[in-house]
């Protein structure tokens, strides 16, 4: 490839200064609108050091985040990897806020800086503005102060009612996390900013709530125990209720109101993760197109040099290796290297479709906009979707992928697709369910209480394919659950398709009521 030069170098060699980080923000930012016409928040540009990268990773990426120990646990062991050459640190960190937060490390050379921006402060950024489901479940506009109201809140709650209680209900809630979110929408679109100044209000109002929901309870338990009345009571309660915190916020017969507020504060930040983790294959695969088009165009234009882009090519490919499953790196599918690879693949459909192509992707096969398609793409799927709807047979054949099917009821594994004509749908399909959500995570929900006898709390776990729960973890986590919620709690792992019960688990009630 021919280059001609028609803009000045951005750098010369490794080193930088903020003048620097300046103009290569500038200059990616022109070529990003330019290319690919990205829609993205204002950006701010932090940079740290490896230690303070260090301490982004312990606590989940998120500034401002309260104090928990588990947050030390993960900083001591990426520290204890780190220093030893064992790994590498992520070259950049991105919050889904507004502004968007752009953290990028000191050691980094002048072109890791200029493409970590490009991979997230215009990648990554576009993709959280403007995917459906960062649109409808997150508050980008008020997560900043949100987390400053919850670190200031646990601390607060610290001092008052000692560092061991509140370590309890967290460690507690964090057992839950993955029960701890609304997986349709609600009424309203969750606001932040508003959860913060709403804070005062309900505790005013939570035991006067409580009692409300108890005083139901008749004196005469014969005369309750008929099915309509445990339809009126289930309706009361609004279950089945598939996010547990907000049950045990609501509902927990002894929590005090200060632990309420803890719980609310740990199922905000689940369910702000949660698009992320329908979105791992699309978020990478978006912000790594997104970084090769701006700074192969930074090539093109002169605004780098030959070195430069040698370097940056390097990473690059480092990035989107995908190791053989042979290989000790083997863990999966990188989703850096299937997500860049397909959406290069819907760029080569988009502009040069074969008749393959023609058949599978009529509406985009030779369209001719690839940004626009892209865009589309980026703004209204999220992994499983967008497995299923957009990779294609030539991909199934280079990436050699085929389907083996694994029944426990079976001597041997069963190769049940290749990359043939007849296996490319199933292949497709089932490597888009294994993003599905409902495969990732268990499907549990509180589906009962009985209030007019021992207030036991029952819940039901829809198994998939009859896969049950990890005897151990599931005794953990019940018990944490029977002490929020101060009584015995029962959880019965069902066949949907039947109602057949398949195991049953209890946690006694605590001898203690009430968490310290």
Not at 85 to 90: D, I
Not at 145 to 159: M, P, S, T, V
Not at 239 to 250: D, G, Q, S, T
Request: net charge negative; charged share 25%.
């Amino acid at each position: 490839m021919t280059v001609t030069a028609t803009h000045p170098l951005l750098f010369s060699g490794t080193d930088w200064d903020f003048n620097t980080i300046r103009r290569i923000y500038d200059a990616v930012e022109k070529v990003s609108g330019a290319v690919l016409g990205l829609d993205t928040y204002p950006n701010q540009i932090e940079v740290i050091t490896a230690e303070q990268m260090l301490d982004a990773y312990a606590s989940t990426g998120m500034p401002l985040l309260y104090k928990h120990w588990s947050f030390g646990k993960q900083f001591a062991h990426h520290e204890m990897i780190y220093r030893k050459g064992m790994g590498g640190l992520a070259y950049e960190l991105v919050i889904n806020s507004n502004p968007c937060i752009n953290y990028i490390m000191e050691e980094n050379t002048a072109t890791m800086q200029t493409l970590v921006i490009a991979h997230a402060a215009f990648g990554h950024n576009h993709f959280f503005k403007n995917n459906y489901l960062f649109r409808q479940w997150t508050d980008a506009e008020g997560i900043l102060d949100y987390l400053a109201f919850a670190k200031g809140y646990i601390a607060a709650c610290e001092e008052r009612h000692g560092l061991a209680a509140v370590e309890r209900i967290l460690d507690i809630a964090h057992s839950l996390m993955n029960q701890a979110v609304h997986r349709y929408p609600r009424r309203s679109r969750l606001d932040l900013k508003a959860e913060k100044k709403r804070e005062a209000e309900r505790h005013a109002h939570q035991e006067q709530v409580y009692n409300d929901l108890w005083r139901t309870v008749p004196g005469t338990p014969k005369t309750f125990r008929t099915e309509a009345a445990a339809d009126r009571r289930r309706a009361l309660l609004k279950l089945p209720e598939e996010n547990i915190l907000y049950f045990l916020e609501k509902t927990a017969p002894l929590l005090q109101p200060w632990q309420r507020e803890v719980l609310r504060i740990v199922r905000q930040i689940a369910q702000y993760f949660y698009p992320q983790s329908q979105t791992k294959v699309m978020n990478e695969g978006c912000a790594t197109y997104s970084h090769y088009r701006i700074m192969t165009r930074l090539h093109e234009q002169g605004s780098i040099s030959d070195g430069a882009f040698l370097e940056f090519l390097q990473s690059h490919a480092n990035v989107v290796m995908q190791p053989t499953f042979d290989s000790p790196r083997y863990s999966g599918l990188n989703p850096y290297a299937i997500g860049f690879a397909m959406m290069q693949d819907i760029a080569r459909i988009c502009e040069t479709p074969d008749d393959e192509d023609r058949e599978w992707f009529p509406d985009i096969a030779g369209q001719g906009d690839v940004s626009g398609v892209l865009k589309h793409v980026w703004a209204n799927y999220r992994d499983e979707s967008f497995l299923a709807q957009f990779l294609s047979p030539r991909l199934i054949r280079e990436w050699r992928l085929f389907h083996i099917e694994d029944d426990a009821g079976q001597p041997a594994l069963t190769v049940g697709a290749i990359h043939d004509e007849r296996g490319y749908r199933r292949i497709r399909q089932a490597l888009a369910r294994q993003y599905d959500i409902a495969w990732q995570q268990a499907d549990i929900q509180v589906v009962d209480v009985d209030l007019d006898g021992d207030r036991q709390l029952t819940l039901q776990h829809d198994t998939v394919n009859h896969t049950l729960l990890h005897d151990k973890d599931a005794e953990l986590v019940l018990q944490n659950l029977a002490e929020l919620w101060g009584y015995r709690v029962v959880l019965r792992e069902v066949d949907p398709a039947t109602g057949k019960l398949l195991k049953e688990h209890v946690a006694k009630a605590p001898q203690k009521p009430g968490l310290l």
